[in-house]
């Protein structure tokens, strides 16, 4: 029996969320910000094996976050709305 594959998928704005709260963030716009790479190379052909042709790569090097200065529907996440400052609760390195 082959065994199944647990996937899990998240949206850009449930990424900033789960980073913003990892960063103990509590205000701000913030998004999901991808760093790439660029590369190039060699490749086979696709239509004869036997030739090569060049080719790009475009590898993802870094995910963080990144601040907005206003809203972007779909991409921004408010930290105050997902990670509010709770009252009697230290902030982070106090």
Do not use: C
């Not at 870094?62 to 601040?67: A, C, F, R």
């Amino acid at each position: 029996m082959a065994e199944e594959t647990i996937l899990y998928k998240f949206s850009l704005p449930e990424l900033a969320q789960a980073l913003i709260v990892r960063q103990s963030l509590h205000e701000g716009l913030w998004g999901i910000a991808i760093q790439f790479g660029l590369g190039a190379g060699n490749v086979q052909a696709a239509d004869d094996p036997s030739k090569f042709v060049p080719a790009a790569f475009l590898p993802i090097v870094g995910i963080g976050l990144q601040s907005f200065p206003k809203p972007v529907p779909g991409i921004t996440v408010d930290a105050a709305e997902v990670n509010p400052l709770r009252p009697g609760l230290p902030l982070e390195g106090q």
